[in-house]
């Protein structure tokens, strides 16, 4: 076995400190990287063969994570997409930013983005694909909110259509092929011609994109809408062009379309490194590739068909693991150390303050998240005693905090706490509150105490 593999599947301290002082040595990497954040659309934290998936092929993102950093304890904003998303933007969790559910509640001009930060900085500013933060006219939509450059969907609805009659670039409406007979306001809907494929066309500008400003920094926000559902659809909202390796399998047909969606992502994500080489500015960026909440069980998809949660409990809207653990990957040549695993817990809050540090930025006032890149370049960072919040309102509201190696779940105002020890009880099964109630109060301390009143989530049963 290589020294390399050896790492990838150990993830030992002391080999990492290793092979940090290895990776760090080199002169020749630019101080000020350009950055790429790819955000999957409810991709499983079990999705990716690099993670224990064992059908589902994805070669470039399992190669992705032996030639950089996978992280097992990372954590979305939110088990929805609209709220995750706006914690990765603000450096706010879901106890202070002001997006907390999946209404259609925009980003204010007073909210600071990290692409505002960057932009500052001299960076080039792009988001190409889904956001969800501001629909037209309001002040959240991309360019109002640090974004020099938009292409994609503003609205989630809009963005659960992989054929739709249009997508956005910057402020104006550009028309495709397909025909959405029942479309609605926004742009969801079936299409019953099925043309053009938005993840395609996604893809492509996105890869037009970094072409066009290899020789400028830039900070490219990726968000991808595979494997989300075309809920409209139903059944048959797994939609992608071609099933390919999955056509002749005796996999139900979401499945396979499920897994060819997968697939797909990840045959462009090696297009996307391929390009960064042919360009020559590999060394100089930084790539960072997650999934925006847990794995769904919408338009036909069954997660547990390929355990696409893996060990965790729950999928997409719980507030245990399943639902808010997610797939982190990140990549440096020459400044993060390859081939290692990291248990570094983290979560979406800190991305901002991360990417700051990495520019040499000054970090916006208030944020919930701290700078983990000391983690990234293989130092010891330790964030074991900070505690961690998410909430989410939709349907009741629900509450969780991690501390430690203690999670914290409620699934409601009034409703107890439910406690676990994440280490050998990953899959959150035994309630341990009646054990530990110091530790308890602890947590209701906190959970009481940490989020602001908002009047777009107000807790109903307070």
């Known amino acids: ?204 500008e996105a890869l037009g994109y970094i072409h066009e400003h290899a020789e400028q920094p830039f900070f490219l926000y990726l968000a991808l809408t595979i494997p989300h559902a075309n809920n409209e659809a139903r059944s048959q909202g797994m939609e992608v062009p071609e099933l390919e390796a ?48 847990g794995p769904h069980k919408e338009g036909g998809n069954n997660p547990d068909f390929n355990d696409s949660n893996g060990p965790l409990r729950g999928i997409k809207r719980a507030m245990y693991d399943g639902g808010i653990r997610v797939p982190m990957i990140v990549k440096w040549p020459g400044r993060i150390p390859s081939g290692l695993v990291n248990d570094t817990v983290w979560y979406f809050a800190d991305f901002l303050p991360t990417a700051a540090d990495l520019v040499g930025a000054e970090t916006p006032a208030g944020l919930d998240g701290v700078s983990i890149k000391p983690t990234l370049f293989g130092k010891y960072q330790d964030l074991s005693d900070r505690m961690l919040y998410w909430e989410f309102h939709e349907r009741g509201f629900k509450q969780a905090s991690r501390w430690g190696n203690w999670k914290a779940v409620r699934v409601g105002w009034k409703e107890p706490i439910q406690l676990f020890h994440l280490i050998g009880d990953s899959s959150e099964h035994y309630n341990l509150a009646s054990h ?10 906190f959970l009481n105490h940490e989020r602001t009143d908002s009047k777009h989530w107000p807790i109903k049963n307070k």
């Open 1 to 204: 076995m290589r020294f390399s593999e050896l790492l990838l599947k150990t993830g030992f301290p002391f080999l990492s400190l290793l092979v940090s002082f290895v990776c760090n040595s080199s002169p020749t990497v630019s101080d000020r990287p350009n950055i790429i954040y790819v955000m999957a659309d409810d991709l499983g934290w079990g999705d990716l063969g690099c993670y224990g998936q064992k059908r589902i092929l994805t070669p470039h993102l399992d190669q992705m994570a032996f030639d950089g950093m996978r992280f097992t304890q990372v954590y979305a904003g939110s088990t929805v997409c609209a709220p995750s998303r706006s914690v990765l933007m603000t450096g706010l969790h879901a106890g202070h930013t002001q997006i907390r559910g999946n209404a259609r509640i925009p980003l204010r001009p007073e909210d600071i983005t990290v692409a505002e930060v960057l932009k500052k900085e001299g960076y080039q500013t792009a988001l190409i694909g889904k956001w969800g933060l501001g629909e037209p006219g309001t002040t959240g939509i991309p360019r109002k909110q640090g974004f020099d450059y938009f292409y994609g969907y503003l609205n989630q609805r809009h963005a659960h259509n992989y054929y739709p009659t249009h997508l956005w670039r910057n402020e104006t409406k550009v028309a495709l092929r397909n025909t959405v007979p029942d479309e609605d306001g926004v742009g969801g809907g079936v299409s019953d011609n099925k043309l053009d494929y938005s993840h395609d066309l996604i893809m492509d």
């Open 246 to 293: 999955y056509a002749e399998l005796d996999w139900p047909e979401p499945q396979k379309g499920h897994g060819a969606m997968i697939s797909r992502m990840d045959r462009d994500i090696g297009r996307l490194f391929a390009e960064l080489e042919s360009l020559g500015i590999d060394n100089d960026t930084i790539v960072f590739f997650t999934s925006d909440n």
């Open 436 to 445: 530990y109630p110091g530790v308890v109060s602890k947590f209701e301390r």
